[in-house]
């Protein structure tokens, strides 16, 4: 099955940084979805982006599906940021998503 | 539009049990899925429906599990003689037909084996 690799594992940031995660994937993707687990488990979809670039507030994205990799930006950090964020992909554009192992952040006032 | 909403939020049972978990979708979602996370792990997909049809179901469902979605509207999970490697967090996840606004996933049931 596809594989899905998340870095860094861990990310501890000062409030008010910014920081870019990393999602690379083994295969083509016709779905691809950020998710933040809060604290309390859950789980809040960020992003679906299958290719291109979104932007929602002080959060954005960026795949590129030829290079097999997507990267999640968080500018101005802030402490409800804190929790770990999730990529989930799939080969096909209504099944199942297999998702990384997750970067783990921790913003601190 | 209520969001996913996943019954009991917690359920401790004793080993060698059958315990059950609901699962409601958000109404007009037609594609249902459940998946299970354990700690410092990515959920971990374990069925999936479109409508009433169960349409694949990972190798990791093993005999003791069972899931169905009778009309298409909510889902519901079954154990049978849960062992102490089940417990988990179980979640329920939703999406429209639609796809590019992803999945919405409920709160999840904690699940305990003593």
């Known amino acids: 099955g596809i594989q899905v690799e998340q870095s860094p594992p861990d990310l501890i940031l000062q409030e008010g940084a910014n920081s870019t995660l990393r999602c690379n994937f083994s295969?083509?993707?016709?779905?691809l979805q950020w998710f933040h687990q809060n604290p309390w488990g859950q789980l809040i979809n960020l992003f679906y982006i299958p290719s291109g670039t979104k932007q929602n507030g002080r959060l954005s994205a960026t795949t590129v599906a030829t290079e097999r990799y997507s990267l999640l930006y968080i500018s101005s950090s802030q402490t409800t940021d804190s929790g770990v964020y999730f990529c989930?992909?799939?080969?096909?554009?209504?099944?199942?998503?297999?998702f990384g192992i997750g970067t783990k952040l921790q913003v601190i006032p | 539009d209520t969001g996913v909403s996943q019954n009991p939020r917690h359920k401790i049972t004793k080993r060698g049990q059958n315990v059950t978990f609901r699962c409601d979708p958000i109404s007009e979602h037609n594609r249902l899925y459940w998946y299970r996370q354990t700690l410092g792990q990515g959920p971990e997909f374990l069925t999936y429906f479109q409508n009433e049809a169960q349409l694949e179901k990972s190798r990791l469902l093993s005999d003791r599990f069972s899931a169905e979605r009778p009309k298409g509207s909510f889902s519901t999970l079954e154990i049978q003689r849960t062992e102490q490697g089940d417990s988990a967090m179980y979640l329920c996840?939703?999406?429209?037909?639609?796809?590019?606004?992803?999945?919405?996933f409920g709160s999840g049931t904690r699940l305990t084996v003593v």
């Open positions: 996840a939703s999406s429209a037909r639609r796809i590019s606004y992803g999945y919405t």
């Open positions: 295969d083509s993707v016709n779905n």
């Open positions: 989930a992909v799939s080969p096909g554009g209504y099944q199942k998503v297999t």
